[in-house]
């Protein structure tokens, strides 16, 4: 075509922008195909990537969506496939970019692309439940969604614009993580956790009342006027009025859960409590520590149960000389040799306490 004819002028005459395609025939995705893609760039002749007139919009490379690349970022989406993904080109001045990016914040709320919008909207509560209905969550650093439980909180609160006191976790301990992740998603920023009395719940159960009332308390330093010792009196009534046997070793409300059995460690809790003792349990839960008399207990250990179970203070109080202890001892000792295997239960004790201050004349 000549140089000028009619409206034509070849001084406006422009390239089309130039396209290459680097593809895997099967669908495959790796690293290999993006370097190729960038050599085919670096080898076009492009009039915006070169900016050759100053009216480029640059030039680069388009691929799918990396969904897993979003996850890592802590960015919160669908699942892959039902959701989209845009460029935005901001001015480099931030005092523009701020303006440009009010605006668009603005558009979408007003079409009503919101959850927030909507709740505002129509007055309709709303509550996010964070659920790890498998108990798959993790809080370790660098974890990815949908396993991170502070990957969530945060991409709830910082991108989906959620406030913190609409925002509860839902924990389960098929992976002993119950407690830690609910701990996790209160300091990331949810503002409840949904618990179930001594853990129970489906399959492996949910996160503990109990364990997150003291959670609470180690991080705010306070109760905040809770009363823990109804702890115990609800896991009481749970055994008696309910007939639910909580497992032994359960912690708080167990019935072996601040018992001890060696010797040694009850010749520390006759010296010094907090040495064997996790906290005050006879304060908060109405349960002082005991001790499990055994082969292994020692003078100590049965100066302890005794102290204990008939709440002997000061001065009133028997130690690991004393007659009756030397003497309950020598029964304690005599029931092993002859093939025992199991722990004296408080009624045995009991008895024998009884026959020995009878014969020596003590009185508790």
């Known amino acids: 075509m000549d140089a000028k004819q009619g409206l034509y002028a070849s001084a406006y005459e422009h390239d089309a922008c130039g396209v290459g395609m680097v593809v895997n025939i099967h669908g495959g995705k790796s690293h290999e195909l993006v370097d190729n893609a960038l050599r085919v760039l670096e080898n076009m002749q492009h009039r915006g990537a070169e900016t050759r007139d100053k009216t480029g919009d640059g030039a680069g490379i388009m691929v799918q969506i990396p969904h897993e690349f979003i996850l890592l970022q802590g960015i919160p989406v669908p699942e892959k496939g039902r959701y989209g993904t845009g460029l935005v080109f901001l001015p480099r001045e931030e005092k523009l970019q701020n303006k440009i990016l009010n605006i668009m914040i603005e558009e979408i709320e007003r079409d009503g692309l919101e959850l927030m919008h909507l709740m505002e909207e129509y007055q309709i509560p709303v509550k996010i439940r964070v659920c790890d209905t498998m108990g798959y969550g993790v809080n370790y650093p660098g974890a990815v969604i949908p396993r991170s439980i502070p990957g969530i909180i945060y991409g709830l609160r910082v991108h989906a614009g959620v406030p913190s006191e609409l925002i509860e976790f839902h924990g389960h301990n098929d992976f002993y993580k119950a407690v830690n992740n609910s701990t996790t998603a209160w300091l990331y920023g949810a503002c409840g956790v949904n618990c179930s009395l001594f853990g129970i719940g489906e399959r492996t159960g949910n996160t503990p ?79 002082p520590p005991l001790v499990a008399v055994s082969n292994t207990s020692g003078l100590a250990g049965i ?52 026959r020995i201050c009878d014969e020596k004349g003590i009185t508790i």
């Open 303 to 354: 100066a302890h149960w005794i102290n204990t179970y008939y709440h002997l203070k000061n001065e009133k109080q028997v130690d690991k000389n004393s007659i009756l202890v030397v003497e309950l001892k020598k029964w304690v000792d005599a029931e092993y040799e002859s093939g025992r295997v199991t722990v004296l239960t408080d009624q045995e004790l009991i008895r024998e306490i009884e």
């Open 209 to 287: 009342l109990e364990a997150m009332i003291f959670e609470y308390a180690q991080l705010r330093g306070t109760l905040d006027g809770m009363d823990t010792t109804v702890i115990t009196e609800l896991a009481e009534y749970y055994e008696k009025e309910i007939g639910y046997q909580i497992p032994p070793r359960t912690p708080f409300v167990g019935k072996n859960f601040n018992v001890t059995r060696a010797g040694i460690h009850a010749d520390g809790l006759l010296k010094n409590e907090e040495i064997y003792n996790v906290f005050d349990t006879g304060k908060f839960l109405n349960r």
